[in-house]
């Protein structure tokens, strides 16, 4: 099992931009798809990125984000630019075995505790 951990997340502005990181142990997951998920108050969790054999970005995100992965220390970052405050939400990182992206969230099989983004208007 892989314990996840992200951070990064805060009180922004609306047009700012903040960088999450997603920290992974147990296991190398260098060969794992990453993905990012949120989920806003009264809303069903969402699918926001995820990067693996591809990249995959949710229409809702194109233009405005930016994924990194450093596999030498297991983390993965994704830099979200022009925040609006329909952006507000928990975000959360996930991983699988396979290395093959998928936007659903049944998919993943460990999941990090989330991390609050707020975006003010």
């Known amino acids: 099992q892989v314990h996840l951990v992200e951070s990064g997340g805060g009180l922004v502005q609306a047009g700012g931009s903040l960088r999450l990181s997603c920290v992974g142990s147990?296991?190398?997951?260098?060969?794992?798809?990453m993905a990012w998920f949120r989920q806003a108050p009264g809303k069903e969790r969402e699918f926001v990125a995820a990067v693996g054999g591809n990249r995959v970005v949710a229409d809702s995100m194109l233009g405005r984000l930016y994924m990194t992965r450093d596999d030498s220390t297991n983390t993965f970052y994704l830099q979200i630019s022009s925040l609006k405050p329909e952006d507000t939400a928990v975000y959360y990182c996930?991983?699988?075995?396979?290395?093959?992206?998928?936007?659903?969230?049944?998919?993943?099989?460990?999941w990090g505790q989330g991390t609050q983004v707020t975006v003010s208007s």
């Open positions: 147990g296991r190398s997951l260098s060969l794992s798809a």
């Open positions: 996930a991983t699988r075995l396979s290395g093959a992206v998928s936007i659903k969230a049944e998919d993943y099989n460990d």
